[in-house]
């Protein structure tokens, strides 16, 4: 089977249901939690991606025992002081950065060094911020180049509580520091800027001992060290950034409709809902509800034709940062000169993001003017491809394709898009639903 996608067509409207797959964030979090948590965890709707079974392969390396029953997985956890630490170990965490930072907040006592390789796009993304604070708890790093991947991690029996400024707005660096802090005698102060909280809410679920001040500009959180968490059965939502492609597609395409069922919809992930709203999308959280302190919602969302150009506030960046792929091609059928700035952090994903988001645009035949950290997207209601456009040699990156795909379908053209395995980091079955929505067929 050929690795590439060609489209040639836009999409015609639709008026659907569709469910996508859980949410990643939560499903990797908690394959974590459990490994660490006592007695047998269980999970509906775990996210079967690449990132995710990367994340059950590592600790399964690590001693702990997993199992697969139909849609339910049990995790026969090890307590917080339970991973067997072999000489040698070797943890692969591929294309994952949330797998490969967290999981080092977690080896920090391990007595033997252990070895924390990647694939290509991973080991270009940068370990220092993590190896940086986890060392002030006492563990010792070596990282190629100072920086990279592949590392070795040696961890100490004698861990100290540290204090911690997460300025970058990085959940990975925020999580991978409070399970650090888990196993560091005393209480560990985190200042962080706002980003995702699904690993603060799953401690105060767990009756861990955190507290959380939510500040103007930052959260004030202190962890003490934990001496035992209960098992975790959870039935894991949606995933909101894999909801985002089709909401975007429905956005811009014509007379069309969707519900996506069951979404993740934690205020601390739904930038792009406020950001879409702000240029002028109908879309509406139904049926919410509340489920072990996240939020959940059906999504409903409605096509378009007036969109407005959007000077997008940066302290929405955190919130919509695994969407802004999607966002700018709803930029460039707004109406006007569309504005994101601090955006440096985009850079620091599977791919640059923000520099193959100019690319997408440009090919695309959308003006733009970029900075290292910020893009101005001049945007043309009336915008219509129609030209050949090729997208390769983007490292692989899930997003890239998704966005690439959707752009294809709502603008026209002749688009060769490379490398659609991978999808299976984070969306397996992405082009299956695209296949119901275009068939209005439904789940
Ligand atoms: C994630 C945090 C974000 C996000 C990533 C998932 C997480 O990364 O981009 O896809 O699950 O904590 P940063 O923490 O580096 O911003």
Redesign the pocket.
């Known amino acids: 089977m050929p690795n590439t996608i060609t489209i040639k067509e836009k999409i015609n409207n639709f008026n659907n249901e569709i469910i996508v797959p859980g949410d990643?964030?939560l499903s990797?979090?908690w394959v974590l939690f459990s490994s660490i948590g006592t007695g047998v965890s269980k999970a509906k709707n775990l996210l079967m991606s690449d990132d995710v079974i990367a994340a059950i392969n590592a600790i399964k390396k690590l001693g702990v025992k997993v199992s697969f029953k139909k849609n339910e997985i049990k995790i026969y956890g090890k307590g917080i002081k339970g991973f067997k630490y072999k000489k040698n170990l070797k943890i692969n965490a591929q294309n994952s950065?949330?797998l490969g930072?967290?999981i080092l907040g977690l080896l920090i006592d391990t007595p033997f060094p252990i070895k924390l390789i990647g694939d290509k796009s991973l080991s270009k993304r940068d370990f220092k911020r993590i190896s940086d604070p986890l060392s002030k708890f006492g563990a010792n790093f070596k990282l190629k180049n100072n920086k990279h991947l592949p590392l070795k991690i040696i961890g100490s029996s004698n861990l100290n509580s540290i204090k911690y400024f997460e300025k970058?707005?990085?959940?990975?660096?925020?999580?991978s520091v409070i399970f650090g802090a888990m196993k560091a005698n005393g209480t560990t102060i985190i200042k962080a800027k706002q980003?995702?909280d699904?690993?603060e809410l799953l401690c105060k679920y767990l009756k861990l001992p955190i507290s959380i001040k939510k500040k103007k500009k930052y959260d004030e959180i202190k962890i003490k060290k934990v001496s035992l968490i209960k098992n975790l059965n959870y039935d894991i939502p949606s995933d909101i950034?894999s909801s985002a492609f089709f909401i975007v597609l429905t956005v811009l395409s014509k007379n069309s409709k969707l519900i996506i069922k069951n979404v993740n919809i934690n205020p601390s992930r739904t930038g792009i809902i406020t950001i879409l709203k702000k240029m002028g999308a109908k879309i509406l959280f139904k049926n919410l509800q509340i489920y072990k302190g996240e939020k959940k919602a059906d999504i409903e969302v409605k096509s378009c034709d007036k969109l407005k150009a959007i000077n997008c506030p940066a302290k929405l960046n955190?919130g919509a940062?695994?969407e802004f792929l999607v966002i700018f091609l709803v930029a460039a059928k707004a109406n006007g000169i569309s504005y994101f700035k601090d955006l440096g952090?985009l850079n620091?994903?599977e791919s640059p993001r923000l520099k193959w988001a100019e690319k997408i645009l440009n090919n695309m035949g959308v003006k733009t003017v970029s900075t290292q950290d910020s893009i101005k997207i001049f945007g043309n209601p009336n915008l219509n491809i129609d030209k050949k456009i090729i997208i390769k040699n983007y490292l692989k990156d899930h997003r890239v394709f998704m966005a690439s795909v959707i752009a294809a379908l709502s603008f026209g053209g002749k688009w060769t898009i490379h490398d659609k395995d991978s999808i299976k980091t984070s969306f397996p079955n992405f082009l299956e639903t695209l296949k119901k929505i275009k068939n209005n067929k439904r789940d």
Do not use: F, P, V, Y
């Not at 970058?168 to 999580?175: I, P, R, T």
């Open positions: 990643k964030s990797i979090r950065g949330t930072r967290l970058k707005g990085s959940a990975q660096c925020k999580s980003s995702r699904h690993t950034s955190s940062i695994d952090e620091q994903k």
